[in-house]
């Protein structure tokens, strides 16, 4: 009893966490050996005319993605030219580190997945973690070869966000619901619908500004009460994403074995490179 | 050949083994309510038959090795661990005559009373419980208990004799 107290209310014991979090990476790595399996058996025993119809489908996919970045450059350019006009600093270029989820923490009620990424690999404690759709989370536990990612919907978790729209700033809490974040203390006359997206806003400089974190899906104005109401659904896809990306900020890139270097966001009006279509366009 | 008393410390720690895998195995995110606690399942077993191959430190090192896996606050499941296993070691002659059935519901209350104190814990921690939903493991650890044990019961009579 005495020792969850010592482990709740004080960071004594994050030592030995860390120290011993090593032990725990071989039973992810087991459990997620079906997986894996599977993973196999979908690329050996597959069909050529399948193969083909996949291949056609993704040479599609990269026409449209490569005409949307020809925009992207011209775009770019015009933006780091007003930036000049402004005397502003230029936007920062993210770089990546794919990982692989490996596991999902077993307790209910908090959501936690774990990565095959750790510090051998760069990673560090507070680091943001993006799947293609937007803002996963941030690490919390990192061991050598393996970490935890605490997922933006956790009860426990909160992030600085602004309306794509116009720019209000409010922070997006989880709500222990996979789909839902609600936004604190807005008061009630703010500008915000349905339908916004909400991106980070780089404030508390945990979280790179510019990716998409939620999409307002509700907004409820109660005269008896001082805030409004507002659920947002996440952009990530937080139970189904296999493949996520550690991103490393321009200043801490230092030197990142295998790391890509990616275009990323700049204020509002693109995302990074890895973001689907719709959050591309959702800036414009 | 490896003695008797040899192969049961193999099969216990094989079982707890075990127990600690399954008990991290992925499942659907809204599925995971309805995970059985195995560690808890397979204590609660050594003890009620074999009350002195199980030493309370051990579950507690248990214990603090589920919490460092499953990445929930030090000594959550340690706490529960240790309840249960004294309500056991009190009542493990009275509960070895019982039926299966009945030894169920017994693992039903048991198991209820770890998830009681591990939401305590939970609370405490800043993720409060909301509904009855934390009864849930101790439903499907009851159902899963006849299975447990009939599964134990032929690996103890295999390799201990």
Redesign the interface.
Known sequence: MGLVVVGLYTDRLEPLREKFAQLATPFYQITDVPSRVNDWRKDTFVSEVDLKLENEALRTELLIHQRKLQQLASLAAENVRLRQLLNASQMLQDTVLIAELIGVSPNPLSHKVVINRGTKDGAFKGQPVLDAFGLMGQLIDVGETSSTVLLISDSTHAIPVQVNRNGVRAIAEGTGDLNSLSLRHVSANTDIRAGDLLVSSGLGERFPVGYPVAEVLQVVRDPGKAFLTVIAKPMARLDRSRHLLLVFADRDKASVPGALSLPAAASGTTSSSASSSSSVGGGQ | MLSPQLNLYFVIAFSFLLA??L???????DM??W?PEFVLLVAIYWIFFMPLTVSFTLLCVLGL?QD?????????H??GLVIVAYICILSYQRVRNFSIWRQSCWIFILVGIAQLTD?W??G????P?SGI?FLYPALTSALLWPLCHRWLNAMTHRYHH
């Open positions: 600690l895998v008990s991290v195995y992925p499942l659907p995110m995971r309510w995970r090795f460092l896996l499953e990445g929930v606050p030090f000594g959550q340690s706490l939401n814990v939970q405490m921690a800043g993720r419980l939903q």
